[in-house]
């Protein structure tokens, strides 16, 4: 049996620049929540957050001036914490991301089957790329493996985009 303590249980988006996402993004992000929550791996170091906080998780991801802010509840509504870091290193790659993913969506009503997969492998690949830089920026604070990563890193893209 899978130890449920080490997983996230909800996911909240905290993006007040957003009434609302346009339908193809609003999916995106639905679609994130869904499988990070059917699957995902999310231990809060208890060095860090000074004890063993015990989960599942509810966790809450926004924005405040220039930092990322992961705010993490008990199932229970407690408050665990924050772990919070510089969205600078993430920039250039959402920025890329988002370029490719205009292009992919683009070529889909367009292009041929091989220029659409090549599309896709660099989208994938800049995907990858914030996922890893995530792992590397949670390091000590929260374990995360890397299928959560790559859920987390599409939220931490939706916050970027403003209405």
């Not at 990070?36 to 000074?50: K, M």
């Not at 509504?77 to 993913?101: D, H, L, N, W």
């Not at 089957?113 to 995530?134: K, T, Y």
Request: glycine share 6%; with cysteine.
């Amino acid at each position: 049996m899978p130890d449920n303590s080490h997983r996230i249980l909800g996911v909240t988006i905290d993006n007040p620049s957003v009434v609302r996402y346009h339908p193809d993004v609003e999916r995106e992000i639905d679609v994130a929540i869904y499988d990070l929550v059917e699957a995902n791996s999310f231990e809060p170091d208890a060095v860090f957050f000074g004890g063993a906080p015990h989960g599942p998780y509810n966790v809450t991801l926004r924005i405040q001036d220039t930092r990322l802010i992961f705010d993490i509840d008990r199932e229970d509504g407690v408050k665990i914490g924050a772990v919070m870091f510089s969205v600078q290193p993430f920039r250039r790659t959402i920025r890329e991301y988002f370029t490719v993913c205009e292009s992919y969506y683009e070529a889909i009503r367009s292009a041929s089957p091989a220029q659409i997969e090549a599309i896709d492998v660099g989208r994938r690949a800049l995907h990858n790329e914030g996922s890893e830089r995530l792992r590397a920026q949670l390091a000590g604070k929260v374990e995360i493996d890397f299928d959560t990563a790559r859920r987390l890193f599409t939220l931490i893209c939706a916050l970027h985009i403003r209405a």
